[in-house]
């Protein structure tokens, strides 16, 4: 098993009709070969899952994937846990190119996001 760097972009959505390369996350996670996150590594290697937000106009975010009661987020040192994004239902999703995932962003929205690349660490 090792760990792969999984690149998000946002998707279409209204605001952005052809998606963006400039909002997006790169999350270095366990996966099985079928694409799905491997929870088990994980729990043996979750200092080395990391998160990057970058986001156009705004400060790369850096911190960690984490596990809290039934459902898998991010989260950023220095901030509370009501801050950190949500990630709907990563456990049954498939991280491969072409594949989307929807994130529960701080302000509020649930954004869509490509996966569009899956590379070894």
């Known amino acids: 098993m090792t760990l792969k760097l999984v690149r998000l972009e946002l998707a279409r959505e209204p605001a952005r009709p052809q998606g963006s390369a400039h909002h997006g996350y790169e999350i270095v996670a366990p996966l099985k070969e079928n694409g799905e996150l491997d929870a088990a590594e994980w729990r043996k290697k979750r200092e080395a899952c990391t998160v990057r937000r ?20 991010f989260h950023y040192p220095g901030e509370d846990i009501d801050e950190d994004d949500p990630i709907y239902k990563l456990g049954s999703h498939k991280l491969a190119p072409g594949e989307y995932i929807s994130i ?11 996966v569009m690349s899956v590379e070894p660490v």
Do not use: P
């Not at 790369?60 to 596990?67: A, Q």
């Not at 701080?106 to 996001?113: K, P």
């Open 54 to 73: 970058f986001w156009e106009g705004e400060d790369d975010r850096r911190g960690h994937l984490s596990h809290i009661g039934s459902g898998w987020r």
């Open 104 to 114: 529960d962003e701080d302000d509020g929205e649930r954004h869509t996001f490509r």
